[in-house]
Nanobody, 121 residues
């Protein structure tokens, strides 16, 4: 199982950005894909998750209404559409795969390498 995150970059406050995560390996309808982020000097935190059947999503309060998680079953990819970006969204963003519908890092077994998102004010 491999996860490859991409799409990060340097943007200005208020801009939008879409992150992608390409997943390899066998994927089940019950598989859960999540996005986490880690800002400098801070703990890694949950951002959003989606079940591979596409019917269940969940967001951290800090991104609710601004970020949207989605997936493409044919491409085995998960996306994080981010809009209304704020400087406090600056972090390395990681995609992760697990079988537990949860917001804790321990709920996920596989992690991508991370992609940097920097939001300037």
């Amino acid at each position: 199982v491999q996860l490859q995150a991409s799409g990060g970059g340097l943007v200005q406050a208020g801009d939008s950005l879409r992150l992608s995560c390409a997943a390899s390996g066998r994927i089940f309808s019950s598989t859960v894909m999540g996005w986490f982020r880690q800002a400098p000097g801070k703990e890694r935190e949950f951002v959003a998750l989606i079940r591979w059947n596409g019917r269940n999503t969940y967001y951290a309060d800090s991104v609710k209404g601004r970020f949207t998680i989605s997936l493409d079953n044919r491409e085995n990819a998960v996306y994080l559409q981010m809009s209304g970006l704020k400087p406090e969204d600056t972090a390395v963003y990681y995609c992760a795969r697990g079988s537990q519908y949860g917001t804790h890092q321990d709920d996920y077994n596989y992690w991508g390498q991370g992609t940097q998102v920097t939001v300037s004010s």
